[in-house]
């Protein structure tokens, strides 16, 4: 498996089963398990930001473009919806 850091730098991953890994009691390899996801996606995954395009003329414009196909079934309220009026505005 690749993962891929927020820099673009690829870490190849495999699976392990080390001993120390290895649990009788569900509770213990539940908590650990847990951990290890913590920890991956502190260090592996970017910022909320990183997937989030900021607002501009063609992203509005197109918006409101879908929006107005849309309002023709049903009425259309959505957060970017009004984001994109008023960036225009």
């Known amino acids: 498996m690749l993962l ?3 820099n673009m730098v690829c870490i190849q991953a495999y699976r392990d089963q080390a001993q120390a890994f290895v649990f ?3 509770d ?3 908590i650990v ?3 290890l996801a913590e920890v991956a996606v502190d260090h592996f995954l970017p910022w909320p930001a990183y997937y ?3 607002m501009n003329i063609g992203r509005a414009v ?3 473009r879908r929006a107005a196909d849309e309002c023709k079934p049903r009425e259309i309220r959505r957060p970017r919806l009004y984001e994109a009026l008023d960036f225009l505005e």
């Open 24 to 26: 009788d009691n569900e």
């Open 4 to 6: 891929t850091l927020p």
């Open 28 to 30: 213990k390899a539940q």
């Open 52 to 54: 989030v395009t900021p």
């Open 33 to 35: 398990g847990l951990f």
């Open 62 to 64: 197109d918006i409101l």
